[in-house]
């Protein structure tokens, strides 16, 4: 079985883009989560998404975004980048919503400059 | 406010050298969770635990869920080169979003 999928692996962006990045959760699996990683902050939630509906979200600027489609795969959306955007962005797939056992993708490596 | 405290933060050992991580919180939680991530990865599960007291094994690791559900360790017997890497642990409160804490950024030392 296929494990998360996260287009693209690399990203250099400059300030004041936007971008967006993709995950394909594993096959059956219905809920997808958005985290971002920083050598400072560590794993920081953005948000979840359950067919198709945001169920939680991180403490993070509206310009952060989401969304899910029919077939699970989710997108997110950076607008207005900041240098600060620069991160490793990670997207989770489980089951379901109570089913808290992520599988991890590996990643989007985002650059701002 | 960080739910869940990583101890210690960074760790550099010799190998055959044995280590404990810890991962500490104020709160209850239903499940623990800890994964070990590697450079230019994403985390991957290592092992979940669910009740309080629980110690489940995975070859030379050992992990520990505390009586009341709020902490945990992961010690390691004889560390090798390859476990090297950053490990993480992440609560869940029912069907509330998984709680990371820092991690812990482990290197052994051929």
């Known amino acids: 079985k296929a494990g998360?999928?996260?287009?693209?692996?690399?990203?250099?962006?400059?300030?004041?883009?936007?971008?967006?990045?993709?995950?394909?959760p594993i096959s059956g699996h219905r809920s997808v989560s958005w985290y971002q990683q920083t050598p400072g902050q560590g794993l920081q939630f953005l948000f979840e998404y359950f067919s198709e509906t945001q169920r939680n979200k991180g403490n993070f600027p509206g310009r952060f975004s989401g969304r899910q489609f029919s077939n699970s795969r989710?997108?997110?959306?950076?607008?207005?980048?900041?240098?600060?955007?620069?991160?490793?962005?990670?997207?989770?797939?489980?089951?379901?919503?109570?089913?808290?056992?992520?599988?991890?993708?590996?990643?989007?490596?985002?650059?701002?400059? | 406010t960080q739910l869940l405290e990583q101890s210690p933060q960074f760790l550099s050992i010799q190998e055959g050298e044995n280590l404990t991580v810890y991962c500490n919180s104020s709160s209850v939680f239903s499940s623990l969770q800890w994964y070990r991530q590697e450079p230019g990865e994403?985390?991957?599960?290592?092992?979940?635990?669910?009740?309080?007291?629980?110690?489940?094994?995975?070859?030379?690791?050992?992990?520990?869920?505390?009586?009341?559900?709020?902490?945990?360790?992961?010690?390691?017997?004889?560390?090798?080169?390859?476990?090297?890497?950053?490990?993480?642990?992440?609560?869940?409160?029912?069907?509330?979003?998984?709680?990371?804490?820092?991690?812990?950024?482990?290197?052994?030392?051929?």
């Open chain 2, 42 to 110: 994403g985390p991957v599960l290592l092992v979940t635990v669910v009740t309080g007291g629980e110690v489940k094994k995975l070859k030379r690791l050992t992990f520990q869920f505390g009586d009341a559900r709020k902490d945990s360790s992961l010690h390691i017997t004889a560390a090798q080169t390859g476990d090297t890497g950053l490990y993480l642990c992440a609560g869940s409160q029912g069907a509330q979003k998984l709680v990371f804490g820092q991690g812990t950024r482990l290197t052994i030392n051929p």
């Open chain 1, 74 to 113: 989710s997108e997110m959306n950076v607008s207005t980048l900041e240098l600060g955007d620069s991160a490793l962005y990670l997207c989770a797939s489980s089951l379901g919503p109570a089913k808290n056992i992520q599988y991890f993708g590996a990643g989007t490596r985002l650059s701002v400059l």
């Open chain 1, 4 to 24: 998360v999928t996260q287009t693209p692996r690399y990203l250099i962006k400059t300030r004041g883009q936007q971008v967006t990045l993709s995950c394909s």
